[in-house]
């Protein structure tokens, strides 16, 4: 079975330093994994995916992720958090399985950017 | 194309009436999702659709919901009667499924429902 834990509910990092959301996954099959954004009342929108292709994904507004099989994480990062990214991130996994086609979300992280 | 469009944006009912959600996924797509955001209980899957057949309903609540997706195009959740306790934001999202790969789910911009 399929499952996400989002290990921080909320980060607080100061403007201009790294920002680290950290995600691990359970799947008994090959999983597509994927960071979702929700700024306030706002929809949800993608950051990034990784669909067994290269385990360093790159994703918008300077985002990134790396797979690591070993360590089931998937998690997320950026070198230098701007105010704007103050948002909540989801992460999600999918397994590539027949017609499987349901997503598994986290719990969602809180990060606020302090000036 | 426009995206997962959803309608109302906003709905205020009494308790007890009835409340239909509406959805258009992107043309194409294979898969509708309905979730349902709350403070309290995060995001929740309420039920999904595999070209317009219902997957995996376990996620409603209760009786008093229930979902169609009577074509491709097309899709409305419906809560009969309604209570405060629905008060939440319900959102749509469709994704494509390939035969090589899993794609990501778009997602609508939500209904905020709110039951007085």
């Known amino acids: 079975a399929q ?3 989002q290990l921080d509910s909320h980060v607080s990092v100061s403007e201009g330093t790294p920002v680290l959301l950290r995600c691990n996954y359970s799947s008994s099959y090959s999983p597509s994994l994927f960071w979702y954004v929700q700024h306030p009342n706002k929809g949800l929108q993608l950051l990034l995916k990784y669909t067994s292709a ?3 994904v ?3 507004n300077g985002f990134e992720a790396e797979f690591k099989k070993s360590e089931t994480s998937f998690h997320l990062t950026k070198p230098s958090a701007h105010m704007s990214d103050a948002a909540e991130y989801f992460c999600v996994v999918s397994e590539f399985r027949g017609s ?3 997503l598994i979300f986290g719990k969602g992280t809180k990060l606020s950017v302090k000036p | 194309d426009a995206g997962v469009i959803q309608s109302p ?17 992107i043309s194409g797509h294979d898969y509708l999702f309905w979730y349902r955001q709350t403070m309290m209980r995060g995001l929740e899957l309420l039920i999904y659709f595999n070209n317009n057949v219902p997957i995996d309903d376990s996620g409603m ?8 997706m009577p074509n491709a195009s097309f899709s409305t959740l419906k809560i009969q009667p309604s209570e405060p306790r629905d008060s939440a934001v319900y959102f ?5 499924w390939t ?8 997602f609508g911009q939500g209904t905020r429902l709110t039951v007085v």
Do not use: W, Y
């Open chain 1, 54 to 56: 290269a385990t360093l």
């Open chain 2, 9 to 25: 944006r906003h709905e205020v009912t009494e308790m007890g009436q009835e409340v239909t959600l509406r959805c258009k996924p």
């Open chain 2, 92 to 96: 749509c999202a469709s994704r494509a």
């Open chain 1, 100 to 102: 499987q086609g349901n």
């Open chain 1, 58 to 60: 790159k994703g918008i």
């Open chain 1, 3 to 5: 499952s996400v834990t």
């Open chain 2, 99 to 106: 035969a090589r790969m899993n794609t990501e789910a778009f």
């Open chain 2, 61 to 68: 609540p209760e009786d008093r919901f229930s979902a169609k």
